[in-house]
Protein backbone atom coordinates (compact mmCIF):
# COMPACT_ATOMS: atom_id res chain seq x y z
CA UNK A 1 0.00 0.00 0.00
CA UNK A 2 1.20 3.26 -0.79
CA UNK A 3 0.18 5.79 1.16
CA UNK A 4 0.54 9.70 0.92
CA UNK A 5 0.03 13.07 3.20
CA UNK A 6 -0.83 16.28 2.06
CA UNK A 7 -0.29 19.19 3.59
CA UNK A 8 -3.54 21.59 4.87
CA UNK A 9 -2.86 25.06 5.26
CA UNK A 10 -5.50 26.35 7.23
CA UNK A 11 -4.83 29.71 6.76
CA UNK A 12 -5.87 29.38 3.11
CA UNK A 13 -9.52 28.43 4.32
CA UNK A 14 -9.93 31.84 6.11
CA UNK A 15 -10.80 34.90 5.46
CA UNK A 16 -8.32 36.90 7.73
CA UNK A 17 -5.60 35.78 9.90
CA UNK A 18 -8.11 35.59 12.92
CA UNK A 19 -10.67 32.94 13.40
CA UNK A 20 -13.26 32.71 16.04
CA UNK A 21 -16.71 31.76 16.79
CA UNK A 22 -18.57 28.90 15.68
CA UNK A 23 -19.85 30.67 12.99
CA UNK A 24 -16.95 31.42 11.00
CA UNK A 25 -15.64 27.60 11.49
CA UNK A 26 -18.65 26.28 10.04
CA UNK A 27 -18.22 28.58 7.06
CA UNK A 28 -14.43 26.96 6.80
CA UNK A 29 -15.11 23.82 7.17
CA UNK A 30 -17.19 22.79 3.74
CA UNK A 31 -13.94 23.67 1.77
CA UNK A 32 -12.14 21.83 4.20
CA UNK A 33 -14.32 18.67 3.58
CA UNK A 34 -14.40 19.21 0.23
CA UNK A 35 -10.04 19.21 -0.07
CA UNK A 36 -10.14 16.31 2.08
CA UNK A 37 -12.52 14.53 0.06
CA UNK A 38 -11.22 15.31 -3.22
CA UNK A 39 -7.41 13.72 -2.23
CA UNK A 40 -9.10 9.88 -1.70
CA UNK A 41 -5.32 8.03 -1.33
CA UNK A 42 -4.33 10.30 0.79
CA UNK A 43 -4.56 9.37 4.73
CA UNK A 44 -2.65 11.28 6.35
CA UNK A 45 -3.11 15.19 6.37
CA UNK A 46 -0.27 17.73 8.07
CA UNK A 47 -2.48 21.07 9.40
CA UNK A 48 -0.13 24.10 9.23
CA UNK A 49 -0.77 26.90 10.98
CA UNK A 50 1.58 29.58 8.90
CA UNK A 51 -0.08 32.69 8.59
CA UNK A 52 -3.03 31.65 11.34
CA UNK A 53 -2.39 34.54 14.15
CA UNK A 54 -5.16 33.25 16.67
CA UNK A 55 -7.69 31.37 16.63
CA UNK A 56 -10.49 30.88 19.65
CA UNK A 57 -11.88 27.17 21.16
CA UNK A 58 -15.02 27.34 19.21
CA UNK A 59 -13.31 27.84 16.06
CA UNK A 60 -10.88 24.88 16.77
CA UNK A 61 -13.91 22.69 17.23
CA UNK A 62 -15.60 23.36 14.14
CA UNK A 63 -12.97 23.06 11.78
CA UNK A 64 -9.86 20.35 12.20
CA UNK A 65 -11.26 19.04 14.68
CA UNK A 66 -14.74 17.90 13.51
CA UNK A 67 -12.50 17.07 10.50
CA UNK A 68 -10.65 14.33 13.05
CA UNK A 69 -13.70 13.02 14.32
CA UNK A 70 -15.24 12.70 10.95
CA UNK A 71 -12.31 10.83 9.55
CA UNK A 72 -11.01 8.83 12.90
CA UNK A 73 -9.85 5.99 12.25
CA UNK A 74 -9.67 5.87 8.77
CA UNK A 75 -7.68 9.31 7.83
CA UNK A 76 -5.48 11.41 10.46
CA UNK A 77 -5.01 15.01 11.07
CA UNK A 78 -1.77 16.41 12.50
CA UNK A 79 -0.71 19.76 13.26
CA UNK A 80 3.43 20.22 11.94
CA UNK A 81 3.95 24.01 13.29
CA UNK A 82 2.16 24.16 16.29
CA UNK A 83 4.64 26.66 18.45
CA UNK A 84 2.10 28.87 20.10
CA UNK A 85 1.31 27.59 23.60
CA UNK A 86 -1.77 29.36 24.02
CA UNK A 87 -3.46 28.91 20.33
CA UNK A 88 -2.63 24.94 21.43
CA UNK A 89 -4.38 24.88 24.32
CA UNK A 90 -6.94 25.92 22.64
CA UNK A 91 -6.86 23.10 19.84
CA UNK A 92 -6.51 20.75 23.04
CA UNK A 93 -9.96 22.27 24.62
CA UNK A 94 -11.57 21.67 21.57
CA UNK A 95 -10.48 18.55 20.74
CA UNK A 96 -11.06 17.03 24.48
CA UNK A 97 -14.99 18.60 24.29
CA UNK A 98 -15.12 16.11 21.55
CA UNK A 99 -12.92 13.60 22.73
CA UNK A 100 -11.15 13.05 19.89
CA UNK A 101 -7.30 13.56 19.45
CA UNK A 102 -5.12 15.47 17.43
CA UNK A 103 -1.36 14.88 17.05
CA UNK A 104 1.00 17.84 17.36
CA UNK A 105 4.52 16.98 16.24
CA UNK A 106 7.29 19.38 16.80
CA UNK A 107 11.31 18.35 16.18
CA UNK A 108 10.21 14.50 15.52
CA UNK A 109 8.34 14.05 18.26
CA UNK A 110 4.92 13.84 18.57
CA UNK A 111 1.94 14.87 21.56
CA UNK A 112 -1.36 13.87 21.74
CA UNK A 113 -3.77 16.88 22.70
CA UNK A 114 -7.33 16.43 23.49
CA UNK A 115 -7.01 13.01 25.33
CA UNK A 116 -4.22 11.52 26.17
CA UNK A 117 -3.82 7.21 25.69
CA UNK A 118 -4.78 5.20 28.84
CA UNK A 119 -1.48 3.67 30.63
CA UNK A 120 -2.90 -0.07 28.97
CA UNK A 121 -2.37 1.51 25.80
CA UNK A 122 0.31 4.33 26.60
CA UNK A 123 3.47 1.71 25.51
CA UNK A 124 1.65 0.35 22.57
CA UNK A 125 1.19 4.25 21.43
CA UNK A 126 4.68 5.23 21.75
CA UNK A 127 6.20 2.05 20.36
CA UNK A 128 3.79 3.22 17.07
CA UNK A 129 4.63 6.41 16.51
CA UNK A 130 8.51 5.48 16.34
CA UNK A 131 7.77 3.65 12.87
CA UNK A 132 5.91 5.23 10.07
CA UNK A 133 3.93 1.16 10.04
CA UNK A 134 3.14 -1.45 12.27
CA UNK A 135 1.90 -4.71 12.87
CA UNK A 136 0.88 -6.35 16.78
CA UNK A 137 2.96 -9.43 15.94
CA UNK A 138 5.96 -6.62 15.40
CA UNK A 139 5.20 -4.98 19.22
CA UNK A 140 4.33 -8.53 20.51
CA UNK A 141 8.17 -9.66 19.71
CA UNK A 142 9.80 -6.10 20.91
CA UNK A 143 7.93 -6.51 24.07
CA UNK A 144 8.76 -8.83 26.76
CA UNK A 145 5.84 -10.76 27.66
CA UNK A 146 3.18 -9.31 25.25
CA UNK A 147 1.24 -11.82 23.45
CA UNK A 148 0.40 -10.94 19.69
CA UNK A 149 -3.44 -11.22 20.62
CA UNK A 150 -3.20 -8.44 23.54
CA UNK A 151 -0.77 -6.49 21.23
CA UNK A 152 -3.43 -6.81 18.85
CA UNK A 153 -6.14 -5.69 21.36
CA UNK A 154 -3.96 -2.81 22.51
CA UNK A 155 -3.60 -1.31 19.04
CA UNK A 156 -7.66 -2.30 17.92
CA UNK A 157 -8.60 0.04 20.86
CA UNK A 158 -5.80 2.66 19.68
CA UNK A 159 -7.54 2.83 16.98
CA UNK A 160 -11.03 2.52 17.35
CA UNK A 161 -10.29 5.84 20.21
CA UNK A 162 -8.44 7.82 16.91
CA UNK A 163 -4.70 7.68 17.96
CA UNK A 164 -3.46 5.13 14.85
CA UNK A 165 -5.01 4.68 11.87
CA UNK A 166 -5.27 1.07 10.34
CA UNK A 167 -5.64 -1.40 6.59
CA UNK A 168 -6.40 -4.49 6.23
CA UNK A 169 -3.36 -6.46 4.58
CA UNK A 170 -3.29 -10.25 3.62
CA UNK A 171 -0.74 -11.81 6.15
CA UNK A 172 1.53 -14.49 4.30
CA UNK A 173 -0.77 -17.34 6.11
CA UNK A 174 -3.44 -15.83 3.51
CA UNK A 175 -5.54 -14.67 6.61
CA UNK A 176 -6.32 -11.05 7.52
CA UNK A 177 -3.71 -8.90 9.40
CA UNK A 178 -3.94 -5.19 9.97
CA UNK A 179 -1.11 -2.76 9.89
CA UNK A 180 -1.24 0.33 12.20
CA UNK A 181 0.23 3.88 11.00
CA UNK A 182 1.09 7.14 13.34
CA UNK A 183 -0.59 9.95 12.18
CA UNK A 184 2.35 12.03 11.15
CA UNK B 1 -44.01 56.77 37.91
CA UNK B 2 -40.69 57.76 37.50
CA UNK B 3 -37.59 56.23 38.63
CA UNK B 4 -34.28 58.13 39.51
CA UNK B 5 -31.00 56.23 40.47
CA UNK B 6 -28.19 58.40 42.30
CA UNK B 7 -24.96 57.47 41.22
CA UNK B 8 -22.43 57.90 44.24
CA UNK B 9 -19.30 60.44 44.28
CA UNK B 10 -16.69 58.00 43.90
CA UNK B 11 -15.82 55.21 41.88
CA UNK B 12 -18.59 53.23 40.21
CA UNK B 13 -18.42 49.33 39.84
CA UNK B 14 -21.14 46.98 38.91
CA UNK B 15 -21.09 46.24 42.74
CA UNK B 16 -22.20 49.91 42.89
CA UNK B 17 -24.44 50.16 39.92
CA UNK B 18 -26.34 46.98 41.81
CA UNK B 19 -26.54 49.09 45.01
CA UNK B 20 -27.80 52.25 43.33
CA UNK B 21 -30.65 50.37 41.22
CA UNK B 22 -31.52 48.52 44.32
CA UNK B 23 -32.30 51.84 46.57
CA UNK B 24 -34.25 53.26 43.59
CA UNK B 25 -37.29 50.48 44.66
CA UNK B 26 -38.76 48.15 41.76
CA UNK B 27 -35.80 49.34 39.41
CA UNK B 28 -36.42 51.30 35.97
CA UNK B 29 -38.12 48.37 33.93
CA UNK B 30 -41.67 49.53 34.06
CA UNK B 31 -41.07 53.73 34.67
CA UNK B 32 -42.23 56.32 32.69
CA UNK B 33 -39.36 58.49 33.42
CA UNK B 34 -35.68 56.72 34.58
CA UNK B 35 -33.49 59.55 35.77
CA UNK B 36 -29.70 58.84 36.21
CA UNK B 37 -27.96 61.50 38.18
CA UNK B 38 -23.70 61.34 38.13
CA UNK B 39 -23.07 63.78 41.29
CA UNK B 40 -19.73 65.95 41.05
CA UNK B 41 -16.35 63.08 42.25
CA UNK B 42 -18.67 60.28 39.99
CA UNK B 43 -16.51 57.88 37.83
CA UNK B 44 -18.13 55.20 36.11
CA UNK B 45 -15.97 51.79 35.19
CA UNK B 46 -16.07 50.00 31.96
CA UNK B 47 -18.14 47.02 33.68
CA UNK B 48 -21.38 49.53 35.21
CA UNK B 49 -20.53 50.92 31.89
CA UNK B 50 -21.93 48.70 29.44
CA UNK B 51 -24.15 47.85 31.90
CA UNK B 52 -25.67 51.18 32.24
CA UNK B 53 -25.64 51.52 28.63
CA UNK B 54 -27.33 48.52 27.95
CA UNK B 55 -29.74 49.22 30.34
CA UNK B 56 -30.51 52.82 29.00
CA UNK B 57 -31.14 51.19 25.80
CA UNK B 58 -33.50 49.00 26.95
CA UNK B 59 -35.47 51.02 28.70
CA UNK B 60 -35.44 53.37 25.25
CA UNK B 61 -36.85 50.55 23.62
CA UNK B 62 -39.73 50.01 25.81
CA UNK B 63 -41.05 53.52 25.36
CA UNK B 64 -39.98 54.69 28.84
CA UNK B 65 -37.71 58.10 28.53
CA UNK B 66 -34.17 57.79 30.08
CA UNK B 67 -32.39 61.12 31.20
CA UNK B 68 -28.83 61.43 32.58
CA UNK B 69 -27.91 64.09 34.57
CA UNK B 70 -24.29 64.84 34.78
CA UNK B 71 -23.47 67.50 37.87
CA UNK B 72 -20.46 67.83 36.37
CA UNK B 73 -20.53 68.50 32.43
CA UNK B 74 -18.20 67.35 30.09
CA UNK B 75 -15.84 67.86 32.36
CA UNK B 76 -16.44 64.89 34.46
CA UNK B 77 -17.52 61.36 34.10
CA UNK B 78 -19.29 62.79 31.40
CA UNK B 79 -16.33 63.34 29.37
CA UNK B 80 -14.89 60.08 30.29
CA UNK B 81 -17.86 58.42 28.85
CA UNK B 82 -17.60 60.18 25.60
CA UNK B 83 -13.93 59.10 25.04
CA UNK B 84 -14.86 55.31 25.69
CA UNK B 85 -17.62 56.00 22.89
CA UNK B 86 -20.31 55.67 25.62
CA UNK B 87 -22.74 58.23 23.46
CA UNK B 88 -21.53 57.31 20.73
CA UNK B 89 -23.79 53.57 21.20
CA UNK B 90 -26.36 55.63 23.69
CA UNK B 91 -29.83 55.88 22.09
CA UNK B 92 -30.38 59.61 20.70
CA UNK B 93 -33.71 60.04 22.42
CA UNK B 94 -32.20 60.18 25.78
CA UNK B 95 -32.27 63.65 27.57
CA UNK B 96 -28.62 64.04 28.42
CA UNK B 97 -28.06 67.20 30.68
CA UNK B 98 -26.42 69.94 30.45
CA UNK B 99 -26.54 68.69 26.75
CA UNK B 100 -25.43 65.53 24.58
CA UNK B 101 -21.45 66.10 24.21
CA UNK B 102 -21.11 68.25 20.56
CA UNK B 103 -18.49 65.33 19.05
CA UNK B 104 -17.76 62.36 20.00
CA UNK B 105 -14.97 62.22 22.64
CA UNK B 106 -14.20 58.48 20.94
CA UNK B 107 -13.66 59.97 17.74
CA UNK B 108 -10.99 62.25 19.23
CA UNK B 109 -9.31 60.80 21.09
CA UNK B 110 -8.84 56.65 19.36
CA UNK B 111 -5.86 55.08 19.94
CA UNK B 112 -4.73 58.07 21.75
CA UNK B 113 -5.02 56.29 25.06
CA UNK B 114 -3.52 53.09 25.74
CA UNK B 115 -5.61 52.47 28.87
CA UNK B 116 -8.73 52.71 27.45
CA UNK B 117 -10.15 51.76 24.57
CA UNK B 118 -14.13 52.84 22.97
CA UNK B 119 -16.79 50.70 23.81
CA UNK B 120 -17.08 48.57 20.79
CA UNK B 121 -20.66 47.24 19.60
CA UNK B 122 -21.49 44.20 18.84
CA UNK B 123 -23.75 44.33 15.95
CA UNK B 124 -25.77 40.77 14.76
CA UNK B 125 -26.68 42.29 11.31
CA UNK B 126 -23.13 43.05 10.72
CA UNK B 127 -20.70 40.67 12.48
CA UNK B 128 -17.49 42.47 12.81
CA UNK B 129 -15.12 40.14 12.75
CA UNK B 130 -12.20 41.75 13.42
CA UNK B 131 -13.81 43.14 16.55
CA UNK B 132 -12.01 40.77 18.91
CA UNK B 133 -9.05 41.03 17.29
CA UNK B 134 -8.82 44.63 18.03
CA UNK B 135 -9.71 44.78 21.46
CA UNK B 136 -6.98 42.01 21.63
CA UNK B 137 -4.62 44.55 20.04
CA UNK B 138 -5.82 47.23 22.51
CA UNK B 139 -4.78 45.16 25.56
CA UNK B 140 -1.55 43.97 24.52
CA UNK B 141 -0.70 47.92 23.60
CA UNK B 142 -1.32 48.36 27.07
CA UNK B 143 0.50 45.94 28.24
CA UNK B 144 3.20 46.31 26.06
CA UNK B 145 5.99 46.35 29.15
CA UNK B 146 4.58 43.41 30.64
CA UNK B 147 6.45 40.25 29.59
CA UNK B 148 3.24 38.65 29.70
CA UNK B 149 1.62 40.99 27.46
CA UNK B 150 1.61 38.08 24.22
CA UNK B 151 0.47 35.33 26.80
CA UNK B 152 -2.53 37.95 28.22
CA UNK B 153 -3.51 38.87 24.68
CA UNK B 154 -3.69 35.29 23.46
CA UNK B 155 -6.10 35.15 26.83
CA UNK B 156 -7.63 38.46 26.41
CA UNK B 157 -8.47 37.08 22.64
CA UNK B 158 -10.04 33.76 23.55
CA UNK B 159 -12.57 35.37 26.27
CA UNK B 160 -13.46 38.04 24.00
CA UNK B 161 -14.17 35.98 20.90
CA UNK B 162 -15.88 33.58 23.19
CA UNK B 163 -18.03 35.99 24.59
CA UNK B 164 -19.12 37.80 21.55
CA UNK B 165 -19.58 34.55 19.48
CA UNK B 166 -22.02 33.84 22.63
CA UNK B 167 -23.61 37.11 22.07
CA UNK B 168 -24.07 36.17 18.07
CA UNK B 169 -25.41 32.83 19.13
CA UNK B 170 -27.72 33.07 22.16
CA UNK B 171 -29.17 36.34 22.89
CA UNK B 172 -31.72 36.89 20.17
CA UNK B 173 -32.40 40.14 20.42
CA UNK B 174 -32.63 43.12 18.35
CA UNK B 175 -30.36 45.53 20.29
CA UNK B 176 -27.16 46.11 19.75
CA UNK B 177 -24.65 44.23 22.27
CA UNK B 178 -21.43 45.53 23.69
CA UNK B 179 -17.81 44.61 24.34
CA UNK B 180 -15.00 46.26 25.96
CA UNK B 181 -11.90 47.11 28.21
CA UNK B 182 -10.12 48.75 30.33
CA UNK B 183 -7.05 48.53 31.85
CA UNK B 184 -6.21 50.10 35.21
CA UNK B 185 -2.63 50.56 36.24
CA UNK B 186 -3.01 51.83 39.45
CA UNK B 187 -5.28 48.89 40.31
CA UNK B 188 -3.18 46.94 37.99
CA UNK B 189 -6.06 44.79 36.63
CA UNK B 190 -7.46 44.35 33.29
CA UNK B 191 -11.30 44.08 33.01
CA UNK B 192 -12.90 42.94 29.76
CA UNK B 193 -17.08 43.19 29.37
CA UNK B 194 -18.98 41.78 27.58
CA UNK B 195 -22.76 42.85 27.47
CA UNK B 196 -25.80 42.05 25.50
CA UNK B 197 -29.59 42.62 25.98
CA UNK B 198 -30.78 39.70 24.97
CA UNK B 199 -32.14 36.23 27.30
CA UNK B 200 -30.28 35.42 30.09
CA UNK B 201 -28.30 32.47 29.98
CA UNK B 202 -30.26 30.63 32.42
CA UNK B 203 -33.09 30.88 29.87
CA UNK B 204 -31.69 29.11 26.89
CA UNK B 205 -30.30 26.53 28.93
CA UNK B 206 -32.77 25.49 31.58
CA UNK B 207 -35.42 24.19 29.11
CA UNK B 208 -32.72 21.82 27.53
CA UNK B 209 -31.54 20.78 31.37
CA UNK B 210 -33.86 17.56 31.91
CA UNK B 211 -32.79 16.51 28.05
CA UNK B 212 -29.32 17.31 28.28
CA UNK B 213 -28.45 17.25 31.71
CA UNK B 214 -30.47 15.43 33.56
CA UNK B 215 -28.81 15.19 36.77
CA UNK B 216 -27.81 18.56 36.66
CA UNK B 217 -31.38 19.58 36.32
CA UNK B 218 -32.08 20.08 40.00
CA UNK B 219 -29.44 22.64 40.74
CA UNK B 220 -29.99 26.71 41.29
CA UNK B 221 -29.40 29.31 38.94
CA UNK B 222 -25.86 30.31 40.74
CA UNK B 223 -25.21 26.40 41.06
CA UNK B 224 -25.86 25.98 37.25
CA UNK B 225 -24.10 29.30 36.42
CA UNK B 226 -20.83 27.53 38.10
CA UNK B 227 -21.13 24.49 36.29
CA UNK B 228 -21.37 26.57 32.73
CA UNK B 229 -17.96 27.88 33.19
CA UNK B 230 -16.48 25.32 35.16
CA UNK B 231 -17.57 22.27 33.76
CA UNK B 232 -19.02 23.86 30.14
CA UNK B 233 -22.84 23.29 29.58
CA UNK B 234 -24.39 23.61 26.22
CA UNK B 235 -27.76 23.56 25.55
CA UNK B 236 -26.67 21.70 22.38
CA UNK B 237 -25.27 18.42 24.11
CA UNK B 238 -22.28 17.53 25.76
CA UNK B 239 -19.16 18.19 22.93
CA UNK B 240 -20.27 21.97 22.72
CA UNK B 241 -20.06 24.64 25.82
CA UNK B 242 -16.33 24.76 25.61
CA UNK B 243 -16.15 28.30 24.92
CA UNK B 244 -17.16 30.01 28.26
CA UNK B 245 -15.24 26.94 29.85
CA UNK B 246 -12.86 27.64 27.96
CA UNK B 247 -12.44 31.40 28.58
CA UNK B 248 -12.69 30.62 32.30
CA UNK B 249 -9.96 28.17 32.05
CA UNK B 250 -7.73 31.25 30.96
CA UNK B 251 -8.74 34.13 33.10
CA UNK B 252 -8.20 31.91 36.01
CA UNK B 253 -5.09 31.58 35.32
CA UNK B 254 -4.77 35.54 35.92
CA UNK B 255 -7.02 34.69 39.20
CA UNK B 256 -9.40 36.70 37.55
CA UNK B 257 -12.98 37.42 39.31
CA UNK B 258 -16.08 37.01 36.95
CA UNK B 259 -19.01 38.92 37.58
CA UNK B 260 -22.58 37.79 35.49
CA UNK B 261 -25.69 39.40 35.67
CA UNK B 262 -28.39 37.76 34.34
CA UNK B 263 -32.27 39.58 34.21
CA UNK B 264 -33.00 39.21 38.08
CA UNK B 265 -29.31 37.73 39.37
CA UNK B 266 -26.12 38.33 39.48
CA UNK B 267 -22.98 36.23 40.48
CA UNK B 268 -19.65 37.02 41.45
CA UNK B 269 -17.09 34.17 41.59
CA UNK B 270 -13.69 34.16 42.91
CA UNK B 271 -10.66 32.25 41.75
CA UNK B 272 -10.34 28.87 43.91
CA UNK B 273 -8.00 25.99 43.99
CA UNK B 274 -9.15 24.38 40.99
CA UNK B 275 -11.16 27.22 39.88
CA UNK B 276 -14.09 28.73 40.09
CA UNK B 277 -16.08 26.73 43.16
CA UNK B 278 -20.07 26.91 44.08
CA UNK B 279 -18.64 27.17 47.23
CA UNK B 280 -17.05 30.40 47.02
CA UNK B 281 -19.52 32.04 44.50
CA UNK B 282 -21.86 35.17 45.76
CA UNK B 283 -24.90 35.71 44.59
CA UNK B 284 -27.70 38.54 44.66
CA UNK B 285 -31.03 37.94 43.54
CA UNK B 286 -34.44 39.04 43.42
CA UNK B 287 -32.42 42.00 41.44
CA UNK B 288 -33.78 45.11 39.38
CA UNK B 289 -34.18 43.67 35.95
CA UNK B 290 -31.60 44.41 33.17
CA UNK B 291 -32.09 42.06 30.16
CA UNK B 292 -29.99 39.80 28.74
CA UNK B 293 -26.27 38.43 30.33
CA UNK B 294 -23.52 40.76 30.98
CA UNK B 295 -20.22 39.25 31.93
CA UNK B 296 -16.95 41.05 33.11
CA UNK B 297 -13.61 39.39 34.00
CA UNK B 298 -11.44 41.47 35.96
CA UNK B 299 -7.88 40.20 35.49
CA UNK B 300 -5.04 40.83 37.81
CA UNK B 301 -1.78 41.97 36.16
CA UNK B 302 0.54 42.37 39.52
Known amino acids: MNETTERIKLRNFMDGSEGWGREQGRKVYPALLDFVEGRPGVMVFKVSLEGVKR ?30 ADVAENWDAAASRKAQPLMSWSHGKARALGVSPSQGTLGAFEFALQRPRTRAAEFAAATQGMSIANASTKFKQLWEQGFLLRREDVAESGGVEYSYYRIG | MDCNIQLPPRWVNAEALEDALRSAGPGPHGAVTTGFSFPIGCRVMIDAAVRLLSLCNQLDASTSRVRLDFEEGESGVMGYLSRMGFFDELSRNTEVMPSWPSISGAEVHAGSNPG ?10 ARDQALPGRLTDAVVRACGRRRDAKDLGGAAFTVFAELIDNVFSHSETPLDGYAALQVY ?30 SLAHLSDTALLVEVFRQGLSRHGADRGCGLQGSAAKAIKYRADLDVRLPNTRVVLKPGKGGYQPATAHCHEHLPLIWGTHICFTFRLD
Open chain 1, 55 to 84: IDISFASETIVELARRFRGNKGFCFVDLAD
Open chain 2, 116 to 125: LVEVARINHR
Open chain 2, 185 to 214: PKGDSLQVAVSDSGLGIMQTLRPAMKTQYP
